[in-house]
Nanobody
């Protein structure tokens, strides 16, 4: 089991940038796929990005491609989501999640979740 704590959310304007962080408790962090998901009010939890355990391969939702970058530092047990050129439609609670070994876009295939961090983008 992995305990995950997100940070870095906030209120920004259209076009601004934010970097979200997710700190993990697991000693075996480097065996976990890490994912970022988001959920807007009244909507389903959507995939944003994931990264393989070594940090060499990542996958992005179409909405994130070209604007967001996921990366990790296994020496710090932390995964990040760099978000650039933010838009009002990016407003959501952002969650990080962990699963073992194999990347997935499906939220129900992740075993461990953080509490979420709010990102609000004003127009």
């Amino acid at each position: 089991q992995v305990q995950l704590v997100e940070s870095g959310g906030g209120l920004v304007q259209t076009g601004d940038s934010l970097r979200l962080s997710c700190a993990a408790s697991a000693r075996t962090f480097s065996t976990y796929v890490m994912g970022w998901f988001r959920q807007a009010p009244g909507k389903a939890r959507d995939f944003v990005a994931n990264i393989d355990p070594s940090g060499t391969s990542a996958d992005y939702a179409d909405s994130a491609k070209g604007r967001f970058t996921i990366f990790r530092d296994n020496t710090k047990n932390t995964v990040y989501l760099q978000m650039n050129n933010l838009k009002p439609e990016d407003t959501a609670v952002y969650y990080c999640a962990a699963r073992l070994f194999v990347r997935s876009r499906m939220y129900n295939e992740y075993s461990d979740w953080g509490q979420g961090t709010q990102v609000t983008v004003s127009s």
